[in-house]
């Protein structure tokens, strides 16, 4: 079976390449790059006026399963990651039992192999039932092909427990997530702090509840001489701090969510449900602050931090809704209407943070082109527009912050390995 | 002339200053009303007012109940007790079923900031937010600012001033938004813990000193203090805050001849007010009291018109 796709602006910049090009895919794997290839007896797409990149990697998805199958599964979640684009995810561990030992381990990897429809990698928690009273068996749960470990949802506050945690990761060369929130600081808010909160009548999330954290959590990792990634930034403050990190040279690397780029508190004034999400969208200086910190590379990638929840968790009073936001079929729409045009962000920006960037991160092969690598593609109009709209959702939960939004960027052929998975 | 022209009430933060003066115009006309002989007009005769409370409140229940009969509305009230809410029924579902037996109007009140809104955004009936969480509570400053008026003519260029929990308080907010509005200088008053983030850009001064609240203000509006609310952040003790913020006669010394002293009640005497000062000439407390129900009266009227797209 092979496939060729002709004529489309290929982006990789995992070679370096931005030219009009034909692609040339056999068993699975990328073949060639030319300018011309006759297509013989391969299935052709015309690629004419569309952008052929790499399948793009998100690195920070919650796909519920096993435990919470009512919001989402591995399969309908890799459904929507198809048809975003995304070729490659990385399952969060907070699920029920949470991804703690080898045995939930392999029976996730079990469930992955039955039902997945992308490549579905694991995250394992770092600490048993992510309580943060003692670490999982890092070693133990690596061997099981567990690619980075987190607590995600939550901050591990004891730091010498977090210390030997990157101690051992150091070692093995294993990535640690940290989801950055001082809880002692944040506890009760649903928005952000300052003049929204005060005029929504809610308790307030202060920014120093994340970069605070984001500083100790670098400090420590800085003291291991390990790897460290900081999940969804949210804020100015904590792009200064990873700024100043990666200035000494500290191996720190971070990702802010397609939504932080796009939407700030403003839009929370009506009490939708579907903008709440933790940490909470800021101010539109913060999200300035990090659309240029993700242009001049502070912030490496964009995730999705996708986050699916049932209506009766959302349609129901703010203070009470579920946080988090869905975004596996918005991410790369999202993204381009936010960086792409608007600033000085070209496609190649746009490959780097949401597909070359996060593989390397994660020490995956994909994120490339390049020949002989497995053929994840993403073909997709840069210019189209679209309506978010519920029925349009692929995801089992619609909670969308996008819904009603017009986004510019249409995902129109998503490749894997080698075989069309998702067509528009 | 501007109309209101919305089926909801929600907050004076999403009205503008006209249809604020669409609603106290109206309030004016249904005053007389409530001196007649029969207290009562037909305007929304054969129309059904719900009154969901989730959240006890007698007086604020009360005032809506007789400014819906004074307009011959039928009234049920449902308070959390006898409600289905305590069998995990949602807000909406309740609304839901409120609409689904032809009621007109809900009146709600709720401890979560955004019920309100909620709700309308799910029922086609018009819904009135009668206080919600720490958020709005727009007819309580509607009949304030209506207080205002009447006893100092107008609202344009006064400076009043709100003292008390104002981090905690719907009231403050709903009487901020609607005062700056119609062009009044607010300035809030408390404990710096009191005092929530990012006030100032609601456009109101703000200042620790009670003194300093009284000295320029034409009005004061003194908030009930709830010491038992928050346990978690660091508040003042009781008479740390009497001596430091409470409106005593001797500080009304200080301040402008023909200054007027409200409150939206209940009192907590010798806490935030000196029963001399809430019995005494420049309160307005109980006129606040009566001047609830033809607000609430023009709320309710305005708000059926509205749902109607008259
Ligand atoms: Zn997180």
Redesign the pocket.
């Known amino acids: 079976m092979s496939i060729i796709i002709k004529q489309g602006l290929v982006v990789d910049p995992s070679q370096g390449l931005r030219a009009i090009k034909d692609v040339l895919i056999e068993n699975g794997k990328i073949v060639r790059i030319a300018d011309c290839i006759i297509p013989g007896t391969s299935q052709a797409i015309n690629a004419k006026g569309l952008v052929v990149m790499p399948g793009l990697v998100d690195m920070?998805a919650h796909l519920r399963e096993p435990g919470r199958e009512d919001k989402e599964t591995i399969e309908t979640a890799t459904m929507a990651a198809l048809a975003g684009g995304i070729t490659s995810v990385l399952a969060?561990p907070n699920t029920t039992p949470c991804i703690d030992s080898a045995q939930a381990a392999g029976l996730l990897q079990k469930r992955i192999q039955k039902s997945a429809k992308a490549n579905v990698f694991v995250a394992g928690a770092l600490t048993k039932n992510r309580k943060g009273h003692a670490l999982t068996d890092i070693e133990g749960l690596c061997n099981k092909s567990v690619l980075a470990f987190t607590d995600?949802?939550?901050s591990v506050d004891d730091e010498k427990l977090l210390s030997s945690a990157f101690d051992i990761c150091r070692k093995t060369g294993v990535l640690i997530v940290c989801?950055c929130?001082d809880t002692a600081l944040s506890a009760g808010g649903t928005v952000n702090r300052g003049f929204i909160s005060t005029s929504m009548g809610l308790r307030g999330i202060s920014k120093e509840s994340e970069y605070k954290r984001v500083e100790r959590d670098i400090n420590i990792a800085e003291s291991a001489q390990a790897r460290i990634h900081i999940?969804?930034v949210s804020c100015a403050e904590s792009v200064d701090v990873i700024r100043q990190a990666k200035a000494k040279g500290v191996k720190v690397t971070a990702e802010t969510c397609p939504h932080y780029l796009m939407l700030c508190e403003d839009d929370v004034r009506g009490f939708d449900t579907n903008k709440k999400m933790?940490p909470p969208l800021r101010s539109c200086d913060d999200r300035n602050s990090l659309k240029r910190a993700v242009i001049d590379g502070v912030i490496d990638i964009v995730s999705t931090?996708h986050a699916p929840h049932t209506e009766n968790e959302k349609d129901i009073e703010f203070e009470r809704a579920a946080f988090g936001v869905i975004g596996l079929e918005t991410m790369l729409p999202v993204t381009l209407t936010a960086l792409y045009g608007n600033d000085s962000t070209d496609l190649t920006k746009i490959a780097q943070i949401c597909s070359t960037g996060p593989a390397r991160i994660l020490g995956l092969k994909k994120g490339t082109l390049s020949a002989g690598s497995d053929a994840d593609v993403v073909i997709f109009d840069p210019e189209r527009e679209w309506m978010v709209e519920k029925r349009g959702i692929v995801s089992k939960s619609k909670n969308s912050a996008f819904l009603g939004m017009r986004l510019k960027g249409k995902v129109i052929f998503t490749i894997l390995n080698g075989a069309v998975a998702y067509q528009a | 002339m501007s109309r209101w022209g919305q089926k909801d009430l929600l907050g004076l933060e999403y009205l503008t200053g006209e249809q604020i003066e669409h609603i106290l115009l109206t309030a004016d006309s249904f005053k007389e009303v409530s001196t007649r002989g029969v207290k009562k007009v037909p305007a929304l005769r054969g129309k059904t007012v719900v009154n969901l409370f989730y959240e006890p409140s007698t007086r604020t229940r009360i005032s809506f109940e007789i400014a819906a009969k004074r307009l011959s509305a039928d009234v049920i009230n449902i308070e959390t007790e006898t409600s289905s809410i305590r069998k995990g029924e949602t807000l909406i579902d309740t609304g839901l079923n409120i609409q689904a037996l032809k009621a007109d109007i809900i009146v709600v009140r709720h401890n979560a900031s955004g019920a309100a809104a909620m709700l309308a955004r799910r029922v086609d009936i018009s819904v009135i937010n009668a206080g919600d969480g720490w958020h709005e509570h727009p007819t309580q400053a509607l009949l304030d600012i209506f207080t205002i008026r009447q006893r100092l003519g107008r609202i344009q260029g006064l400076n009043i001033s709100i003292v008390g929990d104002i981090a905690h308080s719907r009231v403050a907010r709903s009487n901020i938004w609607g005062l700056t509005k119609l062009g009044a200088r607010v300035t809030v008053c408390a404990p710096k813990m009191l005092i929530p983030p990012g006030i100032e850009k609601m456009g109101v001064r703000i200042t620790d000193k009670i003194d300093n609240a009284i000295q320029e203000a034409d009005a004061i509006n003194v908030l009930r203090m709830q010491f038992e609310r928050d346990k978690t952040t660091a508040f003042p003790k009781q008479l740390e805050y009497f001596k430091n913020f409470a409106v005593t006669e001797e500080r009304l010394k200080r301040a402008k001849k023909d200054i007027i002293v409200m409150h939206p009640g209940p009192i907590n005497r010798g806490i935030e007010i000196s029963s001399e000062v809430a019995d005494g000439c420049r309160s307005v407390i109980l006129e606040q009291v009566t001047n609830g129900i033809a607000v609430r009266m023009a709320v309710l009227f305005l708000a059926w018109q509205g749902r109607r797209g008259l």
């Open positions: 920070h969060m995600d949802g939550s989801h929130e999940a969804h933790n931090d």
